[in-house]
């Protein structure tokens, strides 16, 4: 159960819309990368996962990643609204708008729409982590390349603290892994899963 407050975890105000941009940025919603694979890899594999600690850090992360997931859509709105139908055609977005019109649907910026395809959730708890660590640095870097091709101070700040949040993440799956090996016989942690084989 959680206790939801209706406010982004950082402000978004963009005051200059831009399809453009918005098309980049909506990779972080439903690209192979984003939020929303995020937040589903990390609350399935708590089911699964073998240390108490562990599926907290996990539920923690996944909840967190819903609230990115949020700011994405609230920036990809805020620079998507108002648009005239020349902006539309101009910025190339006529295709994303022709399908729909200017809500919010889980896309990568390459057009290639969301598929669970782009996470895994596999039972072994070092297989798993191992899976959010390497998760976690492929959105830093898809946050990172945001933020060398966007200009823009009211987009950038929110891509800020979202790369800042994907470090720490990175962080807490890595104190993570250490409390799984510490749990398993340290001569043999990589050699089988603990659920089955024991």
Sequence with gaps: ????????????????PDAKMAQLIISQFGGPDGELGASMRYLSQRYSMSNKNVIGVLTDIGTEELAHMEMVCAIVY???????????????????????????????????PYSVMTFQSKGDPITDMH????AEQKARTTYDNLLRVIKDPDVC??????????????QRFGESLRMLQDDLNKKNFYAFNPSFDK
């Design 157 to 170: 700040a929110p891509i800020k603290f979202l790369r800042a949040r994907e470090v720490t993440h990175y």
């Design 78 to 112: 805020q620079l998507t609204r108002n648009l005239s139908m020349d902006e539309i055609e101009k910025s190339g977005f006529a295709p994303y708008y022709i399908d729909h019109t200017t809500g919010l649907y889980p896309v990568a910026a390459s057009g290639v």
């Design 131 to 134: 899976e959010d660590m390497a």
């Design 1 to 16: 159960m959680w206790h939801y407050e209706k406010r982004l975890q950082f402000p978004v105000n963009i005051a200059n």
